[in-house]
T-cell receptor
Framework: SQQGEEDPQALSIQEGENATMNCSYK?????LQWYRQNSGRGLVHLIL?????REKHSGRLRVTLDTSKKSSSLLITASRAADTASYFCATGGSNYKLTFGKGTLLTVNP | KAGVTQTPRYLIKTRGQQVTLSCSPISGHRSVSWYQQTPGQGLQFLFE???????NKGNFPGRFSGRQFSNSRSEMNVSTLELGDSALYLCASSKDSYEQYFGPGTRLTVT
């Protein structure tokens, strides 16, 4: 069963615009991670935020975590065509497994 | 540092057959996890191994099994293949079971 649910399911923007994706989850977590997947290939780890953190930055990525609302958001600033991919949130608990959402398909139009 | 490698990359099998997929983790990573990805169910956790021990298992039937060797390489086996087993099988390695590094996957087609 899916723990995380991404919203929206699909997002289409122009190059240079910002993209925001949201993730909601149901149970308590140790950490939340975001991954990117290009067209049926392996996933690439983007960023990890621990349950005691509220915000984290990595280059053009900004992730927030609100454990009271059981939600997270991923912001990609100044998007590029190369950012076109599916983005997944994954929650990590104490049981050594990641539970993924169904993903947001981001299309960045040049 | 070399990434996670998975072999084979593509596989076509017939219903009822069995298949073994292989994963070589990043050097120094002792945790290996396996996931199944399908359009309908998304990414689903199969199992995780650490130092040759299975630490966690997802909700898959017993036809799905795995193992890890002393060099951290891992294999997963699916017996008595069904059409619904057609999927992208992803392996991920981790040093600490948090950030996971994925291989390119093995695309299995069952006919």
């Amino acid at each position: 069963s899916q723990q995380g649910e991404e919203d929206p399911q699909a997002l289409s923007i122009q190059e240079g615009e910002n993209a925001t994706m949201n993730c909601s989850y149901k149970t308590s977590i140790n950490n939340l991670q975001w991954y990117r997947q290009n067209s049926g290939r392996g996933l690439v780890h983007l960023i990890l935020i621990r349950s005691n953190e509220r915000e984290k930055h990595s280059g053009r990525l900004r992730v927030t975590l609100d454990t009271s609302k059981k939600s997270s958001s991923l912001l990609i600033t100044a998007s590029r065509a190369a950012d076109t991919a599916s983005y997944f949130c994954a929650t990590g608990g104490s049981n050594y497994k990641l539970t993924f959402g169904k993903g947001t398909l981001l299309t960045v139009n040049p | 540092k070399a990434g996670v490698t998975q072999t084979p990359r593509y596989l076509i099998k017939t219903r009822g057959q069995q298949v073994t997929l292989s994963c070589s983790p990043i050097s120094g990573h002792r945790s290996v996890s396996w996931y199944q990805q399908t359009p309908g169910q998304g990414l689903q956790f199969l199992f995780e191994y650490f130092s040759e021990t299975q630490r966690n298992k997802g909700n898959f039937p017993g036809r799905f099994s795995g193992r890890q060797f002393s060099n951290s390489r891992s294999e997963m086996n699916v017996s008595t293949l069904e059409l619904g087993d057609s999927a992208l099988y992803l392996c991920a390695s981790s040093k600490d079971s948090y950030e996971q590094y994925f291989g390119p996957g093995t695309r299995l087609t069952v006919t």
